[in-house]
């Protein structure tokens, strides 16, 4: 039984281009939160995703975006990469809302130059 | 708003010791859950162990047990008989009823010396 997994494992970007990571969730899970992790801190909520919808959002600017596919798969974008969004970027999945059971990803480690 | 602060940023201990990790949390909500999550090198964050808030009994998983205090708002982890993969980072984190963000506190990065 897969868990969650998340591409691209390490990427490297240059200030102001774009990124997209993406996240498969666990099989029967259908609610999936992305969580930044910057380095020797612990991770901050970014936003969820339920049913294609954004259900809330933590304290992240306009440039980090979502997506939620059909097939319960999501997409977080950042534009305009600031040095500062360097960090690992981690998906955790749950079976439904409000379930508190989350299963994390090994993340997305991006280093913007 | 709620936090979660870890004051230990580094503990070690030997193997096969006991070591107790320390967590205090801050809130005005009544329901909640308060979870231990590990961090090996691997990078993907482990759920060690759950508590309901409206549960007395502290919650245990075999060697991880924890101590919560609801009154004080204290959570702390222990594990018992330590074993060499139980090196990691520790992350406390609390999620409330009407919320779906868990909020994390800075972690504790264990060691266990053989």
């Known amino acids: 039984d897969a868990g969650v997994t998340q591409s691209p494992t390490h990427l490297i970007k240059t200030r102001g281009q774009q990124v997209t990571l993406r996240c498969s969730p666990k099989?029967?899970?259908?609610?999936v939160s992305w969580y930044q992790q910057a380095l020797g801190q612990g991770p901050q909520f970014i936003f969820q995703?339920?049913?294609?919808?954004?259900?809330q959002r933590g304290n992240f600017p306009d440039r980090f975006s979502g997506h939620q596919f059909p097939n319960y798969s999501s997409e977080l974008n950042v534009n305009a990469l600031l040095l500062g969004d360097s960090a690992l970027y981690l998906c955790?999945?749950?079976?439904?809302?409000?379930?508190?059971?989350?299963?994390f990803g090994a993340g997305s480690r991006l280093t913007v130059l | 708003a709620q936090t979660v602060t870890q004051s230990q940023p580094e503990m070690s201990v030997q193997e096969a010791e006991t070591v107790t990790l320390s967590c205090t949390y801050d809130?005005?909500?009544?329901?909640?859950?308060l979870f231990w999550y590990k961090q090996p090198p691997s990078r993907q964050m482990i759920l060690v162990i759950r508590?309901?808030?409206?549960?007395?009994q502290n919650a245990t998983e075999n060697r991880f047990s924890v101590n919560f205090q609801k009154a004080a708002k204290s959570f702390s982890l222990k594990i018992s008989d330590s074993q060499l993969g139980d090196t990691a980072m520790y992350f406390c984190?609390?999620?409330?009823?009407?919320?779906?963000?868990?909020?994390f506190g800075t972690g504790t990065r264990l060691t266990i010396i053989p």
């Open positions: 955790a999945s749950s079976p439904t809302l409000y379930a508190r059971v989350l299963t």
């Open positions: 099989s029967g899970h259908d609610t």
């Open positions: 995703y339920y049913e294609e919808e954004e259900r």
């Open positions: 809130t005005s909500e009544s329901n909640y859950y």
């Open positions: 508590q309901e808030a409206y549960k007395q």
């Open positions: 984190a609390f999620i409330d009823f009407g919320n779906e963000k868990l909020t």
